[in-house]
């Protein structure tokens, strides 16, 4: 294995890294055009400021799929957390309609997310699985999905 790979702290060498996905509340197919791209900047922008490094990223209409190297003083659910929480925020600043189409229930994202670590041995399998998400053509979206134009 190679040590470029790993991080160092004061007194460790480390490895963090978690393959994170979330939906939107309800899995409404929401996240597609502009949003899609807009939603991308905004977790980069995120990811620099917190520190974390995006190994892949891919936005589906209705889930998000990060694959993030963090500080080894991070824990996953603060990962996820933060991610959620500024991104819907900045989101609903840049989409109004999309803040309009959420405000009965008041929030963009569903409540949990999937988090899972990778190994270096995985770690290409999962940069394929994510970038290959909008190529499955076999996916099936949600007969009457709502959606926000």
């Known amino acids: ?7 160092s702290a004061s007194h460790c060498k480390y490895l963090i ?10 899995r409404f197919s929401v996240l597609k055009g502009n949003v899609d791209n807009t939603l991308k900047q905004i977790l980069q922008k995120i990811c620099n400021d917190y520190n974390y490094h995006i190994k892949a990223l891919e936005v589906m209409p209705d889930h998000i799929h ?3 190297d963090v500080p080894q003083t991070v824990a996953p659910c ?4 933060t991610l959620k929480s500024i991104s819907a925020i900045e989101l609903f600043k840049a989409y109004p309609q999309l803040k309009k189409f959420y405000a009965r229930c008041g929030a963009l994202w569903s409540g949990g997310y999937f988090v899972s670590t990778v190994e270096l ?5 999962v940069i394929k699985y994510i970038e290959e998400q909008k190529d499955d053509k076999s996916r099936r979206i949600q007969k009457g999905s709502k959606t926000i134009s």
């Open 1 to 7: 294995m190679s040590e470029e790979k790993y991080h």
């Open 17 to 26: 890294q978690y393959h994170i996905i979330w939906c939107p509340k309800f």
């Open 66 to 68: 990060i694959f993030v």
């Open 78 to 81: 603060d990962v996820a957390r």
């Open 121 to 125: 041995i995985s770690e290409a399998a």
